[in-house]
C-alpha cells in the first residue's frame, strides 16, 4: 500500500476546498435568485389581495351602469 505525505493530503485538501467554495458561490446565486422570486410573490399576493375589492366594485358599478342604461332605453 502506498504511503500518502502531509504534502499530499494538504494538496488534496486545498482542492476540496477550492471545490467546496465553488459551490457555495453557484448556491449563493440559487439561494439570491429563490430569494427574490419568493418577494415576487409576495408581492403578487398582495396585488390580488387589492386587485380583488376593485374587481367586485367594478363589477358592481358595471351591473349598476347597465341597469341604468338599459332603464333608459326601454
Known amino acids: 500500500m502506498e504511503e500518502v505525505t502531509h504534502a499530499q493530503i494538504y ?6 476546498e477550492a471545490k ?3 459551490l457555495d458561490k453557484n448556491t ?3 439561494v ?3 430569494n427574490a ?8 399576493e398582495w396585488l390580488a ?16 351602469w347597465l341597469a341604468i342604461d ?3 332605453h326601454q
Do not use: Q, S
Open 49 to 64: 389581495r387589492v386587485v380583488k375589492p376593485v374587481l367586485v366594485i367594478g363589477a358592481f358599478c358595471g351591473a349598476i
Open 37 to 44: 422570486a419568493a418577494g415576487a410573490f409576495t408581492v403578487l
Open 28 to 30: 449563493e446565486a440559487v
Open 20 to 22: 467546496v467554495d465553488k
Open 32 to 34: 439570491a435568485a429563490f
Open 11 to 16: 494538496e488534496r485538501l486545498c482542492e476540496v
Open 70 to 72: 338599459n332603464k333608459l
